[in-house]
Structure formats: structure tokens, C-alpha cells
């Protein structure tokens, strides 16, 4: 019940293109979802959030869509770069469950020149 | 330095051998994190600090003893390790440790290779 299913594992898109990174849940409970970007030799690093009560959140050409009736949310990558190769986790957690974030299994991401 | 620092960078231990890993945190904060990443694999959440008293155990095995002597700096503590606790182990911290919207800020992670 407290587990994040991503997908896919790893994605390869042109330069310029779009990447999505898909994310689905059970717990309903779960109230704050954000994604972390990370870096070969770094750690994460939280890259946008939502909260259930919005559809949509755009940061740059970043951008998280979140279905709460499906329990699926997702990110989209707009003009992808080669600088955004990384792997990207997405996350969730409930006020409830404290410090919690259950993670999912990340993505790896290249895109190429 | 600034955000979370970790040493070492990189372990390599035998399986009789006892080392310690540290984390240091420079933004203030009140809870600090030790997570372990395997590949493949989400990341697992170990130990939780909250103003140094341990608020969370996730059933890791007694070789691995966390200690926080203060609010900016964590330690893991490894003895008898086995070779499937070969990892990279992240430290992170935030503002607080409860709740939602709470960004947790990771550290580089100590590369751990058990032989």
C-alpha cells in the first residue's frame, strides 16, 4: 500500500524533444508528490512538487500533471537538453506518515545531442 | 561548505572490519536522514533524527548503528557488514521532521563496497 510504481526504467529522448516520466500510487492518504533529479556522484535534489488539490503544476520546462481519480502523476520534460540527463525520482507522503517519503524506482533519462 | 557534506566519498570494507560514515549539514536544520540506494531500487529510508533523538527505525539490521551527537552532524556506524549492504548510502536533512511539504536536502552519498 505505501509503495510508488515509475516508470519507465530508462528513457532516451532527441534533443528538443519530450520526456515523460510516469508515477502511479495506491494510498489515497498520500497528500505531497514531489520529483528529485539526481546527478551521477550527487544526491537528489527536489526539482518541482505538487499537492493532490491542483491538476497541474509548470515550473520552467518542467511540469508535473497529476491525476488524483486514476492515482497516477506524471513529468513532463518540455525542450529537453542534454544537461537534463539524470535519473529522476518521483515521491510521495502523507502529513500523516511523518518524515516518510516512499520513493519510486527512477528513471533514467539521456538526451541526446 | 554549505548544504550537506558526506565523507568519505567512497569505502571499500571487509566483512570483519568496523567504519563509521559522517554527515554534516550547514543549512540550520532539525532532522537528518540516512537512506540507502541500491540500483534498481527505490530509495530506503533507515534512520530518522529529530533535534538529535531518533524518531524512526525502519527495521535495519543491527549492524548498522546510526549516532547524532548534535542537530548538524550524523554518523552511521558499520560493523560486520555482509556483502549485499554494498550501496550508496545518502545522508539528507530538513527543517523538520514531520509532516508534508518538508524538501529534504541530500548529501553526495559515501560509495560502500563490502568484500
Known amino acids: 500500500q505505501q509503495q510508488v510504481k515509475q516508470s519507465p526504467q530508462s528513457l532516451i529522448v532527441q534533443k528538443g524533444g519530450i520526456s515523460i516520466i510516469n508515477c502511479a500510487y495506491e494510498n489515497t492518504a498520500f497528500d505531497y508528490f514531489p520529483w528529485y533529479q539526481q546527478f551521477p556522484g550527487k544526491g537528489p535534489a527536489l526539482l518541482i512538487a505538487?499537492?493532490?488539490?491542483?491538476s497541474e503544476k509548470k515550473e520552467g520546462r518542467f511540469t508535473i500533471s497529476f491525476n488524483k481519480s486514476a492515482k497516477q502523476f506524471s513529468l513532463h520534460i518540455m525542450d529537453s537538453q542534454p544537461g537534463d540527463s539524470a535519473t529522476y525520482f518521483c515521491?510521495?507522503?502523507?502529513?500523516?506518515?511523518?518524515?516518510?517519503?516512499?520513493f519510486g524506482e527512477g528513471t533514467q533519462l539521456t538526451v541526446n545531442p | 561548505e554549505t548544504g550537506v557534506t558526506q565523507t568519505p566519498r567512497h569505502l571499500v570494507m571487509g566483512m570483519t572490519n568496523k567504519k563509521s560514515l559522517k554527515c554534516e549539514q550547514h543549512l540550520g536544520h532539525n532532522a537528518m536522514y540516512w537512506y540507502k540506494q541500491s540500483a534498481k531500487k527505490p530509495l530506503e529510508l533507515m534512520f530518522v533524527y529529530s533535534l538529535e533523538e531518533r524518531v524512526e527505525n525502519n527495521s535495519v539490521p543491527s549492524r548498522f548503528s546510526p549516532e547524532c551527537p548534535n542537530s548538524s552532524h550524523l554518523f552511521l556506524h558499520l560493523h560486520t557488514l555482509q556483502p549485499e549492504d554494498s550501496a550508496l548510502y545518502l545522508c539528507?536533512?530538513?527543517?523538520?521532521?514531520?509532516?508534508?511539504?518538508?524538501?529534504?536536502?541530500f548529501g553526495p552519498g559515501t560509495r560502500l563496497t563490502v568484500l
Open positions: 505538487i499537492r493532490p488539490d491542483v
Open positions: 539528507a536533512s530538513s527543517r523538520r521532521a514531520g509532516g508534508s511539504y518538508n524538501e529534504q536536502f
Open positions: 515521491a510521495a507522503s502523507m502529513e500523516t506518515s511523518g518524515s516518510r517519503l516512499t
